[in-house]
């Protein structure tokens, strides 16, 4: 039996199901999460889904929103991790608990760590990959689940603008719209309103703008959150204005964050893959866009990151 078709019998057979995804959720995991667990709720199921940072405020709006909780209670017959290449991006969420069943996922670095992997890095989103499996897997997807798989096809994709669209992608956008997701009004929540606090962390972010070798970068630190009032712990995706300058091609961002931790993501134009660099630091992520959290002083880790980002691209392109 292939993958898939076990994958499918694990969760018709389960009575109770717990779904996971990383740490600091964008879209992609907020929506894998929601659109999976309802469709499975919808069928009958028993659903736990939980995300260690909770939901954050740009997707509260989501139907089903308020069910996902910080920890997992209770026993499961099948665990699912969703949109994570690793287990240690998920954070306490599985702590005590068994390998997951099944782990759902589009990243390139993804180490197939579930008993049953269903990994496909040709997918923009893991939302573009749940809206083919469902309905294969007898599950129906409504409004609400739709929605839920539109936000995270809209935000992994920053709107349909990253490389890995293609025809499909907007095939499945155009799906989920048929079943009553508002694309204008999901991008309008998603990418285009921002909160005060967020426009004001990014001031404190520009104010150390530096750029060398078609290489951006900025920082953010504990302070520049607390003065901005920025409640989130990420960049308020401040790192997607960088990758917009026309000047360079590679964009990052460091993070401050409590306990010693720094997070750098990076974006890239096409032609460059920056999960090679991010692989360096125990990381991951896709060729345009990547991710990781180092211990250790800001701004010893961004001599360090800048140094290998340097190295690796030395300013040019590489399509290997």
């Known amino acids: 039996m292939d993958k898939f078709k076990q994958a499918k019998q694990r969760l018709q057979c389960a009575r109770s199901i717990l779904i996971v995804s990383h740490i600091r959720p964008d879209g992609d995991a907020v929506g894998s999460v929601l659109g999976l667990g309802l469709a499975l709720q919808d069928a009958g199921k028993y659903v736990q889904m939980v995300l260690d940072d909770g939901v954050p405020k740009t997707f509260r709006h989501l139907t089903g929103s308020r069910q996902i909780q910080k920890r997992p209670n209770g026993e499961f017959d099948v665990i699912v991790v969703v949109d994570s290449s690793g287990l240690d991006r998920i954070g306490y969420a599985l702590d005590g608990y068994p390998v997951p069943d099944l782990n759902i996922d589009h990243h390139v670095t993804n180490l197939n760590f579930a008993e049953i992997n269903l990994v496909d890095s040709q997918a ?76 004001n962390y990014w001031g404190f972010g520009l104010r150390k703008l530096q750029i060398e070798d078609r290489v951006v970068w900025a920082s953010l630190t504990l302070d520049d959150r607390n003065a901005a009032h920025y409640p989130g712990s990420g960049d308020a995706d401040l790192v997607n204005i960088l990758a917009s300058i026309d000047d360079a091609d590679i964009a990052l961002i460091f993070i401050e964050q409590p306990e010693g931790q720094v997070k750098i993501s990076w974006r890239a134009k096409p032609g460059f893959d920056v999960s090679k660099v991010a692989s360096q630091f125990g990381g991951g992520g896709h060729k345009p866009a990547a991710g990781v959290t180092i211990e250790g002083e800001l701004d010893e880790i961004q001599t360090k990151v800048l140094e290998a980002t340097h190295t690796l691209f030395n300013g040019r392109v590489t399509n290997s």
């Open 124 to 199: 923009a989103a893991t939302t573009e990959m749940l809206s083919k499996y469902l309905p294969q897997w007898g599950l129906s997807i409504t409004k609400p689940i739709a929605e839920a798989l539109l936000t995270g096809l809209i935000t992994d994709t920053i709107g349909f603008q990253t490389p890995n669209v293609h025809s499909q992608t907007l095939r499945t956008a155009a799906s989920l719209m048929e079943k009553g997701a508002d694309i204008s009004t999901l991008y309008r929540k998603v990418l285009v309103n921002r909160p005060f606090a967020a426009v």
